[in-house]
């Protein structure tokens, strides 16, 4: 917080960018334990370990299991101590998790410490950073969220290159200890040093507004999906008043589909790839093109939030994820895949962004860490289950087929259902039009 007093002034930009900056360093961080980093070293695992892929795949489930259970406490700190210690204390024992796996030999040391790292990586990592960002910005807030995430689709990207040459070089053990050590590195100063709650801590206002421009920069396009009620903390939605509204309710069973979906084709696209003939460089190559595309998508996404109502945004991203699924069942040759893995990287960006943008835009900044919190169980009960009933129906089938066909029907209804997610209106509003 000091520093950030001193530093304020000192650029050319608004300061809210660096606090942007510094949180996504801490979700460059939570892609150490990504499914995509799993997704390369589940092929090896298996051979060195002999585990089936289902018992690896279980490990992603362990993980979302124990962040179903501690997501709601991991909002609660974040709106009662603050997003900056729970990001800090999220990647010093993050880190510690991931260099610990160089030591699991069995099932359940292994669960214990990948199941670790995937709760920073569900919970408190995404909450904390979009959160503080949207409590920085609330024009450009859907650009400050995709930067963010583009951050993290670069994390992808490295730490997916990074554990498939160094796993194929050194072995498994050398891999995760690289792995805990470039979290360290990266994240916990700048999370420890730059990152401040509000702009009101430091003496700012949103979007670096200045005080006598509020009431007209607040008059924003329908579009946007944020009314005007929404852009004070006075004004925003307690979780006991979001919770009795319909569109958090969509929102939350939105979050389980997407991710029943989502997390079943990651964990398991790598060897999938590698079932179709590709070999294990030529599949790492596949899924860092998706994160690749992830990257640019992220901002794109954001772009698009800032412009039109967010629930066609989420309704054009599920459309995607029905077509890239239908896509990666009749993928051939490397080119095919290498067009499969791009469109997941699409469906990957839109999943992170348009959720975080539509659950600030509807609710408000005051109480969102604990919102968000309780809505990621959606999230998080859909990538529990999803990886799981997949590896299964592989080990039964032989094939992924099936499931992938029941992936494109569920995105396809999805993409209906969520335009019923309109901005909740709040009661005494109601009431008052009612009576007018």
């Not at 919970?123 to 979009?130: D, L, M, R």
């Given at each position: 917080m000091l520093l950030a007093s001193r530093l304020r002034d000192k650029f050319p930009f608004y300061y809210g960018w660096i606090v942007v900056a510094a949180s996504s360093t801490v979700v460059f961080a939570r892609m150490a334990?990504?499914?995509?980093?799993?997704?390369?070293?589940?092929?090896?695992?298996?051979?060195?370990?002999?585990?089936?892929?289902?018992v690896i795949a279980g490990s992603v489930s362990a993980g979302a299991i124990a962040s179903l259970v501690l997501s709601p406490v991991v909002g609660w700190a974040i709106d009662r101590f603050g997003a900056r210690p729970v990001l800090v204390i999220?990647?010093?024992?993050?880190?510690?998790?991931?260099t610990s796996l160089a030591w699991a030999t069995i099932p359940l040391t292994f669960y214990i410490a990948f199941a670790a790292g995937r709760v920073v990586f569900h919970?408190?990592?995404?909450?904390?950073?979009?959160t503080v960002a949207s409590r920085w910005f609330i024009r450009r807030r859907g650009r400050a969220i995709g930067i963010i995430f583009l951050f993290g689709a670069v994390g992808g990207i490295v730490y997916t290159m990074v554990a498939s040459l160094v796993v194929e070089s050194y072995g498994l053990k050398t891999t995760w200890i690289v792995i805990g050590i470039l979290v360290l590195a990266i994240s916990v100063a700048p999370s420890f040093f730059l990152v401040v709650e509000r702009p009101e801590d430091i003496g700012l206002l949103p979007d670096g507004d200045e005080p006598d421009d509020v009431p007209a920069k607040n008059n924003l396009p329908a579009a946007s999906g944020i009314s005007n009620l929404q852009q004070t903390d006075e004004d925003s939605w307690t979780l006991h008043d979001a919770v009795r509204t319909r569109p958090f309710w969509l929102?939350?069973?939105m979050g389980f589909t997407t991710f029943f979906v989502h997390t079943s084709i990651g964990v398991h696209m790598g060897a999938y790839f590698r079932d179709i003939g590709l070999s294990a460089t030529s599949a790492a190559l596949a899924v860092s093109v998706s994160?690749?595309?992830?990257?640019?998508?992220?901002?794109?996404?954001?772009?698009?939030?800032?412009?039109?109502?967010?629930?066609?945004?989420?309704?054009?991203?599920f459309l995607v994820q029905a077509g890239s699924t239908l896509y990666l069942i009749l993928a051939g040759g490397t080119v095919g895949v290498f067009l499969a893995a791009g469109f997941f990287g699409i469906v990957s960006a839109g999943s992170n962004v348009v959720p975080s943008v539509m659950y600030a835009n509807y609710f408000g900044r005051s109480s969102l860490g604990k919102i968000r919190g309780l809505g990621?169980?959606?999230v998080l009960l859909g990538q529990a289950t999803g990886p799981v009933i997949a590896g299964v129906l592989f080990e039964l089938r032989g094939s992924y087929s099936m499931i992938f066909s029941v992936f494109v029907v569920l995105a396809l209804a999805c993409s209906v259902l969520v335009l019923q997610a309109k901005p909740p209106v709040r009661r005494q509003a109601q009431s008052v039009g009612l009576h007018a």
């Open positions: 334990p990504a499914i995509t980093t799993l997704t390369v070293l589940i092929f090896p695992i298996s051979q060195q370990m002999g585990w089936s892929r289902t999220s990647v010093l024992g993050l880190g510690i998790a991931m919970t408190s990592a995404p909450i904390g950073a979009s929102l939350v069973a994160w690749t595309v992830s990257a640019v998508g992220s901002v794109t996404w954001g772009w698009i939030t800032d412009r039109i109502q967010v629930r066609y945004a989420y309704c054009g991203m990621e169980v959606g």
